[in-house]
């Protein structure tokens, strides 16, 4: 938790930044009797980590001082021909000599800074959203982060390929590679912006995950180095929890500082929901049936009404393309604070979050609810476990194991 008394001084700095009118010391203290203090700003918890982004020489240093060390290490990197910063998973192309050399940058938060965004959230006191941050993207403003520009510069007159490999949606690449174009960066040619929704043949992508993106880089290149602010830049967490998360970097330690280059991004990233266990939605599920629960490497879904029943369960020390069943939650819950209804579905992987997503797209998986269902159900809470077969990496059709209405 941040200080009260620095989000307060904070919060009278953005003031001041987005012009608001403030009174002198001397205002103040003259008008304390004739009128009451003015409401601040709400609180933001995202207040500090931009002013810091901003602000601070550290967070400047910190980016001269990785893309530095990166370029000292370039030339070995180009000349051992054994180098390479793909993980294992994603090495599916053996090294050979004619594969051409690249690096791997992530752009938000790594080389373009798009934290005048994230203050204009603040000082409208809005949350991120997809519509005004694409509105963001296509204004084409973000500029480099320190150290970025000379490092993608430089590599690119060695004759490495700079590949940005992104979650920005596809449909950005215009505006996107318009912007990393007119800061300066090196764009060999479109092919270098490789989205979010990039169609990778062969590889079965889940989510945002950019495992097959980076296998698709190394089909024809030797990756030296790769870049990003967040661990799955670098390579895919199978469970975002602070476990999960140290478990996917593990195997790659020695490389951090030397393949890996990692920055630092205080106002978001898949760090927050792991503080969380993942579960942002716990608040609103209430005391309730069912609940996903781990033990050791196992995920299941606890019923209260029969708790030693671990059926429902997938063990996450088997590797995923594996997984042969999946199990999912979809609840109907009036949220005790908005006192709204609140529709909330997930599965234990990706695979059973497919099958909860096709559950409530089709009316007719929703019609095999309804029969067993008391009367009056569309006003009542409702919970649905679900399983779903995988065949070779992609989920079937979701099936109702239970539905309990209360
Ligand atoms: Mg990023």
Same mark, same amino acid.
């Given at each position: 938790m941040r200080k009260p008394i620095l989000s307060i001084a904070l919060c009278s700095l953005l003031v001041a930044c987005a012009g608001a009118p403030r009174k002198s010391a001397h205002d103040s203290a003259a008008g304390a009797s004739a009128a009451p203090a003015p409401a601040g700003p709400a609180a933001n918890d995202?207040?500090?980590?931009?002013?810091?982004?901003?602000?601070?020489?550290?967070?400047?240093?910190?980016?001269?001082?990785?893309?530095?060390?990166?370029g000292e290490k370039l030339r070995a990197a180009l000349k051992d021909s054994t180098w390479d910063a793909l993980p294992n998973r994603d090495r599916k192309q053996p090294l050979h000599s004619k594969l051409k050399p690249a690096v791997i940058v992530d752009?938000?938060?790594t080389v373009l800074d798009n934290s005048p965004y994230q203050?204009?959230?603040?000082?409208?006191?809005?949350?991120?959203?997809? $519509?005004?941050?694409s509105e963001w993207c296509r204004e084409k403003r973000a500029k480099p982060l320190p150290g970025a520009l000379e490092f993608a510069q430089g590599a690119a007159k060695r004759g490495i390929?700079?590949?940005?490999?992104?979650?920005?949606?596809?449909?950005?690449?215009?505006?996107?590679?318009?912007?990393?174009?007119?800061?300066?960066?090196?764009?060999?040619?479109?092919?270098?912006?490789?989205?979010?929704?990039?169609?990778?043949?062969?590889?079965?992508q889940n989510g945002s995950e950019k495992g097959c993106r980076r296998a698709l880089v190394g089909r024809t290149h030797r990756v030296l180095?790769? $870049?990003?602010?967040?661990?799955?830049?670098?390579?895919?967490?199978?469970?975002?929890?602070?476990?999960?998360?140290?478990?996917?970097?593990?195997?790659?330690?020695?490389?951090?500082?030397?393949?890996? $280059?990692?920055?630092?991004?205080?106002?978001?990233?898949?760090?927050?929901?792991?503080?969380?266990?993942n579960d942002w939605s716990l608040r609103l599920m209430g005391p309730r049936r069912f609940s996903f629960e781990r033990t050791g490497d196992t995920f299941w879904i606890k019923d209260v009404q029969n708790p030693s029943d671990r059926s429902h369960a997938v063990n996450y020390a088997m590797p995923y393309l594996k997984l042969t069943e999946d199990f999912a939650l979809v609840s109907r819950v009036l949220d005790p604070v908005t006192?709204?209804?609140?529709?909330?579905?997930?599965?234990?992987?990706?695979?059973?979050?497919?099958?909860?997503?096709?559950?409530?797209?089709?009316?007719?998986?929703?019609?095999?609810?309804?029969?067993?269902?008391?009367?009056?159900?569309?006003?009542?809470?409702?919970?649905?476990?679900?399983?779903?077969?995988?065949?070779? *990496?992609?989920? *079937?059709?979701?099936?109702?194991?239970?539905?309990?209405?209360?």
């Amino acid at each position: 938790m941040r200080k009260p008394i620095l989000s307060i001084a904070l919060c009278s700095l953005l003031v001041a930044c987005a012009g608001a009118p403030r009174k002198s010391a001397h205002d103040s203290a003259a008008g304390a009797s004739a009128a009451p203090a003015p409401a601040g700003p709400a609180a933001n918890d995202n207040l500090n980590a931009v002013a810091w982004t901003q602000t601070a020489i550290e967070h400047d240093l910190v980016y001269r001082e990785v893309y530095r060390v990166a370029g000292e290490k370039l030339r070995a990197a180009l000349k051992d021909s054994t180098w390479d910063a793909l993980p294992n998973r994603d090495r599916k192309q053996p090294l050979h000599s004619k594969l051409k050399p690249a690096v791997i940058v992530d752009i938000d938060e790594t080389v373009l800074d798009n934290s005048p965004y994230q203050a204009r959230l603040v000082a409208n006191g809005k949350a991120y959203d997809e $519509f005004t941050w694409s509105e963001w993207c296509r204004e084409k403003r973000a500029k480099p982060l320190p150290g970025a520009l000379e490092f993608a510069q430089g590599a690119a007159k060695r004759g490495i390929t700079v590949f940005y490999l992104s979650n920005r949606a596809q449909d950005l690449n215009g505006a996107t590679l318009e912007n990393l174009r007119a800061d300066g960066f090196p764009v060999e040619n479109d092919g270098v912006f490789l989205g979010l929704g990039t169609v990778v043949d062969g590889c079965e992508q889940n989510g945002s995950e950019k495992g097959c993106r980076r296998a698709l880089v190394g089909r024809t290149h030797r990756v030296l180095m790769q $870049f990003g602010d967040q661990i799955g830049d670098f390579a895919n967490v199978l469970a975002n929890t602070a476990e999960g998360r140290q478990k996917a970097i593990a195997p790659y330690m020695a490389w951090i500082g030397t393949r890996w $280059f990692v920055l630092p991004n205080p106002s978001y990233g898949s760090w927050e929901p792991a503080l969380f266990n993942n579960d942002w939605s716990l608040r609103l599920m209430g005391p309730r049936r069912f609940s996903f629960e781990r033990t050791g490497d196992t995920f299941w879904i606890k019923d209260v009404q029969n708790p030693s029943d671990r059926s429902h369960a997938v063990n996450y020390a088997m590797p995923y393309l594996k997984l042969t069943e999946d199990f999912a939650l979809v609840s109907r819950v009036l949220d005790p604070v908005t006192e709204r209804m609140v529709v909330l579905a997930g599965g234990l992987t990706g695979y059973g979050t497919v099958a909860a997503g096709e559950f409530l797209s089709n009316p007719a998986y929703i019609e095999t609810i309804t029969a067993s269902a008391p009367s009056k159900w569309a006003h009542k809470n409702v919970e649905v476990l679900i399983s779903t077969k995988v065949i070779n *990496g992609k989920s *079937g059709p979701p099936k109702v194991v239970l539905a309990h209405f209360w």
